[in-house]
DNA sequence: CGGGAAGTTGAAGAGCGTCAAAAGTAGTGG
DNA sequence: CCACTACTTTTGACGCTCTTCAACTTCCCG
């Protein structure tokens, strides 16, 4: 871990979340400023090192979560050990949604993180004050959907080299929408992450980057980044072969 | 089509949602009884053949369906036509939610099948007096998401007996949450269907049940339906071989 | 500089897909 | 009522992609 990131942008005392720099990313951004103090009173600040976990699957599920630093993913687990990923989260990214009466999934910190855990009783208290909180909420939990079936048909019909093309292009895209380079990506996670989340194998993924990197796709740098050298011809193998 | 579906239960002129068998099942079961002509006001019968179309990927959202009777699936297509079925909707089910500019995926009868038609923003406005629908609403985004999440595991890193044998439970566990026999489902989709929703082909899910009828976990009967002869093997085989 | 984890590369094999054909089922019209 | 046609499902043989198992290399972090 870089010393530069030892101190990550959380909530601090005082005025935890008008400062926030997840905050417009968020829930939180549907709310007025002069609304931020109730809001605030619900926050507790959590801060992870890589490994963590934030939840596991069948617990309980009394708390809502909203990322505002670092990198978080959600895994489901078989009885053997087959894990998959179902998704990584980023700052302004909620989790613990997906709930009946335990959460559906768990969650562990890829790299350092951050993040605010809202009491789910008492910020249901809140969304029926606020209308606009409770819409911004569905329309995560709508975006999230969305993003779950096209997740689905990547799983279900893509070949590894479509997936991992698929997963470069979108991390270059979330990437971009929160203001970072676009062909330039960092690659927080490890070849297991990426293999989990892709329904392959860790071998199966280095091959797959190698030969895009012979192929002169893409370039492997050092500390885990990707440079995305022809976006185009990506794409292409992105959708179809 | 047997003589007797000739007339599926939808909405009639007067008193449509009262009487709707999926009300309760719905959306539409959080409304009192008094505010359910403000619904009605807003809804629009549909009626469709097996293949019928409801939506298809990419159109403007502008409608919401809920299916009131038959069964309907959600797919998404590639380019060279490999499809990926996202899920299939009985009475009840909401569809349409998942949208930013347009719809995210397409939506075809399997059955002859009876859905409303809501006019999203109109859909909206009664949601804003209607907090109590609002909730509903979510809540069944929240438990489509826990799917998507379920049939992430199952599209990434279950084998095709594990997936086969989770989507016959599937089955049978919707069928009894509609009140319907627990151990004697009716399959009505195409084993392409059933294939495109598993991430399989049709050979390989035909294969798989010739297969376990063969071990005695099932029986196939004439009419699509299936016994699940032995529940318990097929649990175990769901989640570990 | 050293130890351990993460990543890469190689060889062999399994599971599922592909291609092909037969068997079963349903709808149509004489 | 039954033959004809078209589609769905099943069954078979073969091949390919991806996994598995294993060894080697690189990268960190102490």
Known sequence: MPRTERHLPH???????????????SVCGALADDDMPALARLVEPLHLQPRGTVIAEGEPADHLFNVTAGTVKLYKLLPDGRRQITGFLGPGDMLGLAAGTGYAYSAEAVTEAALCRFPRLRLEALLDEQPAMRRRLFAMAR???????????????????????????????RAARRGGPADAVEVAMSRADIADYLGLTTETVSRTLT???????????????IVLADRAALAGLAQAG
Chains 1, 2 share one sequence.
Not at 11 to 18: N, Y
Not at 145 to 156: C, F, H, K, T
């Open 11 to 25: 909530p601090a005392l005082g005025d935890p979340c008008l400062g926030c720099a997840a905050r417009l990313l």
């Open 143 to 173: 975006d999230e959907l969305a993003a779950a079936q096209e997740q689905m048909l990547l799983l279900g019909r893509k070949t590894a080299r479509e997936k991992t093309a698929s997963f470069l292009l979108g991390l270059a895209e």
């Open 211 to 225: 030969a895009m990197k012979a192929a002169g796709l893409i370039r492997l740098l050092a500390g885990g980044r």
